[in-house]
């Protein structure tokens, strides 16, 4: 398997769609028409796989593209993470004024 070629090819497949695919529907996608690059084996896929996680960390292939959906997340989907060191220290100065709005005080008096 040649590294440039597929991620080359796996960018061309995400280009092709507006929504995030799974590793495995690329993988497919690579074994059928019109691309056929390798055959359907468990060590390919495993080859593939590797190959598609060292792109995302070298940032050859947007990791915002591919997701899998057999994991949940908690919590809110809009924003993934802060995108200045600004906004994220205003939203930890939020968090630490804030932090204990959730919480209500019980107070009793003795008569």
């Known amino acids: 398997m040649k590294y440039k070629e597929v991620v080359t090819l796996v960018n061309e497949i995400l280009d092709q769609y507006t929504f995030a695919l799974t590793v495995r529907q690329i993988y497919y996608?690579?074994?059928s028409d019109p691309y056929i690059l390798f055959e359907n084996t468990r060590s390919n896929y495993n080859?593939?796989?590797r190959i598609l996680t060292k792109a995302r960390e070298e940032e050859e292939i947007d990791w915002?593209?591919?997701e899998d959906r057999t994991r949940q997340s908690?919590?809110?989907e809009e924003k993934i993470a802060e995108e200045t060191p600004e906004e994220f220290l205003e939203a930890y100065i939020y968090t630490l004024k804030n932090c204990w709005q959730y919480y209500d005080k019980k107070m009793w008096t003795s008569r």
């Open 64 to 66: 915002t593209r591919i």
């Open 74 to 76: 908690i919590g809110g």
């Open 47 to 49: 080859g593939f796989d």
């Open 29 to 31: 996608r690579l074994i």
